[in-house]
Antibody, heavy 118, light 113 residues
Framework: MQLVQSGAEVKRPGASVKVACKAS????????IHWVRQAPGQGLEWMGC????????NNVQKFEGRVTLTRDTSIRTAYMELSRLTSDDTAVYYC????????????WGQGTTVTVSS | QSALTQPASVSGSPGQSITISCTGT?????????VSWYQQYPGKAPQVIIY???NRPSGVSNRFSASKSDNTASLTISRLRSEDEAHYYC?????????????FGGGTKLTVL
């Protein structure tokens, strides 16, 4: 089982970034995909999750509509798009999956570094 | 939803045991039996070491154990080893009747002296 994320990104303030998370080795539509970020030297922050089967999403209100979670089941890939970037969004972004019958994130992607700088 | 509360740091000597606490509320820790714990080394992705309060995934050492009482979950690491030095995060899944919500603790840095 594996989640492989897209590569590092450097963005200007105000821009958007879209991170991909490709799944392999498990039934993609049976596992909710979560997105977690970690700012430099800080702890883990949950951003939201998507049910790949239904497409239903649940996002943290903190991001005030800046986060969009989508998926493409034909290529077993989940996406996290974050808009109106500021320097506070500089972080490593992780995707992780929750298996169908347990409540934990059992497989994590390698992380995608997003740097927001003018 | 506020973050769960963990001590910023704990330390212990090889062979000793340490416990990391994780305090939440009735809306998360005490309301659901879905507390998990993650170990994270610098520059690496977190790895789950405990799920559903006190279950160890296959391959995780039995030196790791966990429990929950009221609003506080606890992770105990027995017979400390140098490789246990890492950050540890607790996590609670909530609202599991619909698409779940997750809250993490602030993380605890474990130093093995």
């Amino acid at each position: 089982m594996q989640l492989v994320q897209s590569g590092a990104e450097v963005k200007r303030p105000g821009a958007s970034v879209k991170v991909a998370c490709k799944a392999s080795g498990f039934i993609f539509t049976d596992n909710n995909i979560h997105w977690v970020r970690q700012a430099p030297g800080q702890g883990l922050e949950w951003m939201g999750c998507i049910n790949p089967h239904s497409g239903d999403t649940n996002n943290v209100q903190k991001f005030e509509g800046r986060v969009t979670l989508t998926r493409d089941t034909s290529i077993r890939t989940a996406y996290m798009e974050l808009s109106r970037l500021t320097s506070d969004d500089t972080a490593v972004y992780y995707c992780a999956k929750r298996p169908p019958h347990d409540y934990a994130m059992d497989v994590w992607g390698q992380g995608t570094t997003v740097t927001v700088s003018s | 939803q506020s973050a769960l509360t963990q001590p910023a740091s704990v330390s212990g000597s090889p062979g000793q045991s340490i416990t990391i606490s994780c305090t939440g509320t009735s809306s998360d820790v005490s309301g659901y039996n879905y507390v998990s714990w993650y170990q994270q080394y610098p520059g690496k992705a977190p790895q789950v070491i405990i799920y559903d309060v006190d279950n160890r995934p296959s391959g995780v050492s039995n030196r790791f154990s966990a429990s929950k009482s009221d609003n506080t979950a606890s992770l105990t690491i027995s017979r400390l080893r140098s490789e246990d030095e890492a950050h540890y995060y607790c996590c609670s899944f909530t609202n599991t009747n619909s698409l779940e919500t997750v809250v993490f603790g602030g993380g605890t840095k474990l130093t093995v002296l």
